[in-house]
C-alpha cells in the first residue's frame, strides 16, 4: 500500500515535472522567435531608414539638376529677351528715320504738286485761248468740231478695222485651210474608193424597129399588161431601136426595163408571157436589193439595223443624183467619215452610221411628202436608230443645229463624196437656172452694181458701188450673201463669194 502510493506520487511528479519542464521550454522557444523577428524588424528598419537616405540623397540631387536646368533655361530666356529687345530698338530707329525721310518727302511732293497745279492751270489757260482761236478761225462751235473730229476718225477706224479683220481672217483661213487639206487629203487617201459616175437605165435597145409593134401588140394590149403589171410607163416614139420606160419608182422603173429586155431577147411577147416575166424580174430585184443593202452595212461596218432600213439602204442600188449612184454614195461617205472621226478623236460608231444613213430617205422620197433628210430621220427615229444618229441625218442639209461633232463630220464627208470630180452630173437646164439664182441672190442686196457667176457656179463675184458700200461693210455683204446662198439654194460642193470694191481718183494737170 505504501509502494503504490509512493509511486502514484512519483509519477503524478514527475508528470508536474514534464508539464513545468515542456512549458519552461515552450516559452524559451516563443521567446527566441520574439527575438529573432525583434532582430529581423530592426534589421529591416535599418535597411528602410537606408533605402529612405539614399531616396533623399536622389531626390536632392535630382531637385538640383532641375533647378540648374531651370536657372539656364531662364538665363537663356533672358538673354533672347534681351537680344530681341535690342532688335526691335534698331528697328524703331530705323522707322524713325524712314517717318522723317517720308515727311520730309511729302513736303517735297506738296511742292511740286503746288508747282504742277501752277503749271496746270497755265495750260488750261493756254488751251481755252487757243481753243477760242481755232473757233474764231474755223468759225465752228465745239459740239460741231468734236463731231467733225469724230467723224474723222471713225472712218480712220473703220478702214483700220477692215484691215484687221482681211489679215485675221486671211490667217485663219490659212490655218483652217491647211489643217483642213491635211485631214481631208489623209482620209481620201486611206478610203481611195473608185468614182461613181452611174445612172440609172431607163432606155431599153431593140434588135430592130419591128419589135415595137410586138411590144405593143394587137390593140395595144401588151404594152397595156407590161404598163398595168409594171406600173410603169413605156414610150414607144420615133427613137430608132430603143423604147423608154418612165416611172418615178426606180425599183419598178429598174424591174421594168430587166423584164422588156428579158422579152426583146426571147422574143415571146403575149400578156401571161409579160406577167411571168415581170414577176420573175421582181423576184431578182428584190434579191438585189437585199443583197446590196447586207453589203452596204458590211463594207461601212455598221451592225445591228432593222430590216427595214438595210431593204431601204440596198433600194439606193436604183436611186441616182446628179448622176451619182446612191448606195455607192452612202458607202463611200461612211469611210470617209470614219476616217476622219478617227482622226478629230469622234465617236467613229456614231459618224459611220450617220453617214451611212444620212441619205436614207431618197429611197422612198418620191412617195412621201417632204425632203429626204425628215423623212430618212423619221424612219430612222420608228426603227430604234439612236438620237445623235437621227441628227446627222436631218443637220447635213442645216434641217436641225447640229448638235454634236459626228453631224458635222457627216456633211463633210457627204459634200467630199458629192463634190470631188466625176462624182455628179448636173443637167443644162438645172446648171443654168443655179448660176442664174446666184445672180438674183446677189443683186438683192443694196448697193451691188454687178455679180457673175464664174467656175461652172463654184464662185461668185460681186461688184460693188463704192459710194454706198465701204470696206468694213464689204465684208459684211460676203458673209451675208453666203449665207442666203447657204438658205436658199441646193449645190453640189461649196461657192465662193468674192466682192469687189474698187476705188478711182482722177486728176488733171493743166
Known amino acids: 500500500m505504501n509502494g503504490w502510493l509512493v509511486t502514484t506520487i512519483l509519477t503524478v511528479l514527475g508528470i508536474a515535472g514534464g508539464f513545468a519542464l515542456g512549458f519552461f521550454f515552450q516559452r524559451y522557444i516563443v521567446q527566441q522567435r520574439i527575438k529573432n523577428q525583434q532582430e ?14 539614399e531616396l533623399i540623397l536622389s531626390a536632392k540631387d535630382e531637385a538640383l539638376t532641375i533647378r540648374n536646368a531651370a536657372e539656364k533655361e531662364l538665363e537663356r530666356r533672358r538673354n533672347s529677351l534681351r537680344r530681341e529687345e535690342e532688335r526691335l530698338q534698331r528697328r524703331r530707329e530705323k522707322i524713325d528715320q524712314l517717318q522723317e525721310r517720308l515727311e520730309q518727302r511729302q513736303q517735297s511732293l506738296n511742292k511740286q504738286q503746288s508747282a504742277l497745279d501752277r503749271q496746270r492751270n497755265q495750260v488750261d489757260q493756254l488751251l481755252q485761248e487757243q481753243k477760242e482761236t481755232l473757233e474764231r478761225i474755223a468759225q465752228l462751235s465745239p459740239e460741231e468740231a468734236k463731231q467733225e473730229l469724230l467723224k474723222a476718225v471713225e472712218e480712220e477706224t473703220r478702214q483700220d478695222m477692215a484691215r484687221v479683220i ?3 481672217e486671211a490667217e485663219v483661213k490659212e490655218e483652217a485651210d491647211e489643217r483642213a487639206r491635211e485631214i481631208i487629203t489623209y482620209a481620201i487617201q486611206r478610203m481611195a474608193g473608185e468614182q461613181v459616175a452611174e445612172l440609172t437605165v431607163s432606155t431599153v435597145p431593140l434588135s430592130s424597129d419591128d419589135m415595137k409593134g410586138r411590144i405593143i401588140g394587137r390593140g395595144g394590149r401588151n404594152i397595156r399588161v407590161f404598163e398595168k403589171t409594171a406600173g410603169v410607163d413605156v414610150v414607144v416614139d420615133d427613137t430608132p431601136e430603143a423604147v423608154t420606160i418612165s416611172c418615178f419608182d426606180p425599183v419598178r422603173r429598174e424591174i421594168a426595163r430587166r423584164a422588156m429586155e428579158r422579152l426583146v431577147i426571147d422574143g415571146r411577147i403575149h400578156p401571161a408571157r409579160i406577167e411571168q416575166v415581170i414577176e420573175k424580174s421582181h423576184q431578182e430585184v428584190e434579191q438585189i436589193i437585199r443583197e446590196e443593202g447586207e453589203r452596204a452595212v458590211y463594207e461601212a461596218g455598221v451592225h445591228g439595223l432593222h430590216p427595214k432600213i438595210v431593204r431601204l439602204l440596198g433600194q439606193l442600188k436604183f436611186r441616182t443624183s446628179y448622176g451619182q ?3 455607192a454614195h452612202a458607202i463611200e461617205a461612211a469611210k470617209l467619215a470614219t476616217l476622219l472621226a478617227e482622226e478629230l478623236g469622234a465617236n467613229v460608231q456614231v459618224a459611220r452610221m450617220g453617214a451611212l444613213l444620212h441619205d436614207i430617205g431618197k429611197a422612198v422620197d418620191f412617195e412621201t411628202e417632204g425632203t429626204h433628210a425628215s423623212i430618212g430621220a423619221e424612219i430612222c427615229r420608228r426603227h430604234g436608230v439612236s438620237e445623235p444618229v437621227v441628227n446627222c441625218i436631218l443637220a447635213h442639209h442645216h434641217e436641225q443645229e447640229q448638235k454634236t461633232l459626228e453631224a458635222v463630220i457627216v456633211e463633210v464627208a457627204d459634200a ?6 466625176g462624182a455628179r452630173r448636173e443637167s443644162l437646164e438645172l446648171y443654168l437656172k443655179r448660176i442664174q439664182a446666184l445672180e438674183e441672190i446677189a443683186r438683192s442686196f443694196d448697193g451691188v452694181e454687178e455679180s457673175y457667176a464664174i467656175q461652172a457656179g463654184r464662185e ?12 468694213l461693210a464689204t465684208i459684211r455683204l460676203s458673209k451675208d450673201i453666203a449665207s442666203k446662198i447657204e438658205e436658199g439654194m441646193e449645190y453640189p460642193g461649196q461657192i465662193k463669194v468674192t466682192v469687189i470694191r474698187e476705188v478711182r481718183a482722177e486728176g488733171v494737170a493743166k
Do not use: F, Y
Open 40 to 53: 529581423q524588424a530592426a534589421n529591416r528598419l535599418e535597411e528602410a531608414e537606408k533605402e529612405a537616405s
Open 166 to 168: 482681211r489679215e485675221v
Open 325 to 327: 449612184n446612191q448606195h
Open 416 to 421: 467630199i463624196s458629192g463634190a470631188r470630180p
Open 460 to 471: 461668185i463675184r460681186i461688184i460693188v458701188k463704192p459710194n454706198q458700200i465701204d470696206d
